[in-house]
């Protein structure tokens, strides 16, 4: 019997915390890229985690992305008493069964967590009863993080069927994040370029000139001071309404810094074209 102990006791005190992927310092840059952590946009992530639990029936799920060092939840839903406080906290990802979720592209399924390889050994002082990971892989197939469900109160095993649509479920929440970093990446890369070009078609190396700019481009209202600096530099003039208005060349510059609005050329559609277009419309 005491060596029955020692030895269930031995094994609780084995876990084995996760290795690092062959592609960490990757995986952790592409993280670092999406702007996501400790950015509290937990409203954007939330519905996942709804669905996640409306399907399951599972009492927790939990949003996380990992960085090199530590985890950060961008939304949960726990029990009233396992909340946190800050939702961008950041946590270790040392010692955590979510870390393992990392290292493979399929769910990490633990309906009894008392016997599953990885589970079993861990501490559970939160006394989870079932448990079930999905990594949330980019479109550069890097484990941005994972979404966690577990259970407390019981057991519940899930068919596969539930399995597959939450992990559609979770393609989808990384599409969207692979959207929003794109869009984040390519409206940095515009606005780098459009500072750029001002610079080098003006004499005017100033950041508030250049956002005064910006703000006669789109019709807004700017100071005396700046709409005679922009004037002398030929960018901005008085049209004939005495009203300000932007130059041939303050119109070319705004064309080459891609803020010049285009019209959309008129394309007349009829029959089966229009029909695939309104259909493909339809699909996005």
């Known amino acids: 019997l005491i060596f029955l102990f020692l030895k269930k006791g031995s094994e609780k ?58 985890r950060c939840y961008l939304a949960e839903i726990q029990p009233e008493q396992e909340k ?44 989870v009863k079932s448990y079930i990971g999905f990594p949330i892989i980019d479109q550069n197939n890097y484990a941005l993080g994972m979404v966690c469900m577990m259970t407390f109160s019981k057991i519940i095993e899930l068919s596969q069927d539930k399995i597959d649509l939450v992990e559609k479920l979770i393609k989808k929440a990384a599409h969207q994040i692979d959207v929003m970093t794109d869009q984040k990446l390519l409206t940095s890369d515009r606005l780098i370029n459009a500072i750029d070009i001002f610079y080098q078609e003006t004499v005017l190396s100033n950041i508030i000139v250049f956002k005064n700019f910006i703000h006669a481009c789109n019709k807004m209202e700017i100071s005396k001071d700046f709409e005679e600096i922009l004037s002398d530099n030929g960018l901005l003039k008085i049209n004939e309404n005495l009203k300000l208005e932007i130059t041939e060349k303050g119109k070319i510059i705004q064309d080459k810094m891609g803020l010049h609005t285009k019209i959309m050329k008129n394309i007349k559609l009829e029959g089966k074209q229009a029909n695939d277009l309104l259909e493909m419309l339809d699909e996005l």
């Open 13 to 70: 005190m084995s876990f084995r915390s996760a290795q690092l992927t062959d592609n960490e310092e990757r995986r952790a840059e592409a993280v670092d890229r999406t702007g996501l952590i400790d950015s509290n946009q937990a409203s954007l992530f939330n519905i996942y985690c709804e669905l996640a639990k409306e399907i399951t029936g599972y009492e927790a799920v939990l949003f996380q992305l990992f960085d090199s060092k530590e």
């Open 84 to 127: 946190t406080q800050n939702l961008s906290r950041r946590r270790p990802k040392d010692g955590s069964v979510c870390a393992h979720v990392l290292l493979d592209t399929k769910p990490l399924v633990a309906f009894d967590v008392t016997k599953h390889e990885i589970t079993k050994t861990h501490s559970n002082e939160k006394g």
